[in-house]
């Protein structure tokens, strides 16, 4: 019994040090810095121009992220504390909330924002351009379809962190 037992723990320790050992073996899995999933959303917050404060207090949040394929980017918007039943323009500007260098895309791609009668409205555009990676971005929105000079809220859109 005494010799049987010594084979029986003989043999699991021998398997249990077969199992620990490292050498000769591959590794379980491989990760490379190519599997890993980058950050690729720009993100803003929405707010009115300090020369509207006490006349019109517009918030929200902006983002940009890569749109269903290689070549488009999605822009969303979310409006709050807008007058209800407005009607506003917007879209993705190069440049700063201060300093305008033109729409990205094309106006067609931005359908205006519809506001709610909670003063809430949401809208998104697909832009047919490659998610940029670096520059400057501002989502801006318009006073209404007649009125597009006059910003009611705007986002510089923070880049992407790594």
């Not at 043999?11 to 890993?36: I, M, W």
């Not at 999933?37 to 207090?57: D, E, F, I, K, Y």
């Not at 917007?90 to 094309?106: A, K």
């Amino acid at each position: 019994m005494y010799v049987y037992r010594s084979l029986v723990v003989g043999a699991v320790a021998l398997v249990a040090l077969a199992g620990c050992f490292p050498f000769g073996r591959s590794q379980a899995v491989e990760v490379s810095s190519s599997d890993a999933n980058l950050n690729t959303r720009w993100h803003g917050t929405l707010a009115s121009p300090a020369n509207l404060a006490g006349v019109v207090q517009v918030s929200g949040t902006a983002t940009m992220v890569p749109g269903g394929d290689a070549q488009s980017t999605r822009v969303s918007l979310e409006l709050a504390n807008a007058s209800p039943g407005g009607e506003h323009p917007w879209g993705l500007h190069r440049g700063q909330c201060d300093r305008d260098e033109g729409l990205v895309g094309d106006r067609s791609s931005y359908k205006n924002v519809k506001v709610g009668s909670d003063g809430k409205a949401g809208a998104t555009a697909n832009v047919a351009i490659h998610t940029p990676t670096s520059g400057r971005y501002a989502v801006r929105v318009t006073a209404s379809p007649t009125n597009t000079d006059m910003i009611i809220a705007c986002a510089n859109l923070a880049p992407p962190s790594r």
